[in-house]
């Protein structure tokens, strides 16, 4: 079974219930907020005192406390009983998470700086065609294509942006047919384009002018009354305007960005069956270089600049695009980028620029992103003929355990020959 998920765009017809969609947003960040209060209140007298009761942590217990906060609340009872539950367990998980990983303690919700969210699970929501009937709200219009009409939807999530609402329905869908033509593509990603290994190179949209338009916004309201929790100071309402003129720019931008991966990752998954691309470790390349007092960094500017390009470009969201619509084979990106394809020679001063590759052995000159796709497609022909080879290599060894009366193991999808003995 596959989850894949479908975002639409709600239209209440009338203004309760788009009031009514606010007040639910509103609920899960309240309950939320005081259950995650009432639980660190718990385990504070339980350090102190081990004979106090242990703070409830877990769905099944947070729901119940729910159905009785319910019944004090009356205008919890106007609301729909079930998406509003469904928060508690998110924050069920995030207590689990938080002890057996020790990351720490879930965080509050704030009116001002989250984005708040209200699951409808199964049987609370029902899917049509150009509607989406919520319990207690009614029949909403959305506008949007289902690919998975034939599948059955399992939970709808209801965001507002920019005084816009947003639906995301989930779907499970037990099979998801790929292209099966064996073909294979090597991307190289960088920043604001990909080369690929047929020689070509697909530059995303050019986002200066918004991006400048947002830094406008935010420097508007640095200058304005902003929202302080210690102080209890209110945003003005001048504050509030610039926010929302920056979340919609910002809003554009990542619609922009979102569609250009989606047509591109759609244009590569319809001609090629693999895709392989570097194993990179995003969070550990964006990472500051702002360095300590006794060790300050070194250029940090142009390494801010560079991890601001690096997420705007959306390697990741290109990368889970890329998982779901094709097959995805990750390598390592060591020598990539100095490494000739031609005649495998490594060495520094192959790179003599950004763009430019001129191997100082065989005298090969091109691009420096498309030779790196080249040898990202090699490392990845590699990866798909020995785990061919390994299935064959494991189909025999099945057969002869079989004949010799032994249970047959189930052949890894990638490995090693010694892993397999």
């Known amino acids: 079974m596959y989850n894949r998920s479908i975002r639409y765009r709600l239209y209440p017809m009338t203004l309760d219930k788009a009031n009514l969609l606010k007040q639910c947003l509103g609920a899960t960040r309240y309950v939320w907020n005081y259950f995650l209060a009432e639980n660190q209140r718990m385990m504070e007298a339980y350090r102190a005192d081990p004979s106090n009761s242990r703070p409830n942590t877990t769905f099944f217990s947070l729901g119940k406390e729910f159905t009785q906060l319910r019944r004090t609340k009356d205008w919890l009872g106007a609301l729909p009983f079930a998406p509003i539950r469904y928060v508690l367990k998110y924050q069920a998980d995030a207590w689990q998470q938080c002890f057996r990983s020790g990351k720490g303690f879930p965080k509050f919700k704030s009116r001002w700086y989250d984005t708040d969210s209200v699951t409808f699970p199964a049987g609370s929501f029902k899917l049509n065609d150009r509607s989406l009937h919520l319990a207690k709200i009614g029949q909403?219009?959305?506008?949007?294509?289902?690919?998975?009409?034939?599948s059955e939807p399992v939970s709808v999530v209801i965001r507002e942006e920019c005084r816009k609402f947003y639906a995301t329905v989930c779907h499970g869908v037990k099979h998801v047919d790929h292209n099966q033509n064996s073909e294979v593509l090597g991307i190289d990603r960088n920043v604001g384009q990909f080369a690929t290994s047929e020689g070509e190179i697909r530059y995303l949209p050019d986002l200066s002018k918004l991006e400048s338009r947002r830094r406008r916004y935010q420097r508007m309201m640095a200058?304005?009354?902003?929202?302080?929790?210690k102080k209890e100071i209110k945003p003005s309402h001048r504050y509030l305007k610039a926010k929302q003129l920056a979340a919609k720019t910002s809003r554009k931008i990542a619609h922009i960005r979102n569609d250009w991966q989606h047509q591109e990752s759609r244009r590569i998954a319809d001609h090629f069956q693999f895709v392989v691309i570097e194993s990179l470790n995003t969070q550990g390349m964006t990472r500051s270089a702002k360095g300590t007092i006794e060790q300050p960094g070194k250029q940090v500017r142009a390494k801010s600049g560079l991890n601001r390009s690096i997420l705007a470009t959306g390697w990741s969201s290109f990368k889970l695009k890329l998982a779901y619509k094709a097959e995805l084979i990750e390598v390592e990106p060591k020598h990539t980028s100095q490494k000739c394809h031609l005649c495998g020679h490594i060495e520094?001063?192959?790179?003599?620029?950004?763009?430019?590759?001129?191997?100082?052995?065989?005298?090969?000159?091109?691009?420096?992103?498309?030779?790196?796709?080249?040898?990202?497609?090699?490392?990845?022909?590699?990866?798909?003929?020995?785990?061919?080879?390994?299935?064959?290599?494991?189909?025999?060894?099945n057969f002869g355990r079989f004949c010799r009366g032994g249970s047959a193991p189930r052949p890894p999808k990638y490995g090693t020959f010694a892993q397999i003995r």
């Open 223 to 229: 200058r304005r009354r902003r929202p302080n929790r």
């Open 140 to 150: 909403v219009v959305i506008s949007g294509n289902n690919p998975y009409a034939n």
């Open 348 to 397: 520094k001063e192959n790179r003599k620029t950004r763009t430019k590759f001129e191997c100082v052995r065989c005298g090969y000159s091109g691009n420096a992103d498309i030779n790196a796709a080249l040898n990202i497609l090699a490392l990845g022909q590699s990866t798909v003929l020995q785990d061919y080879f390994l299935r064959i290599y494991a189909i025999l060894n």
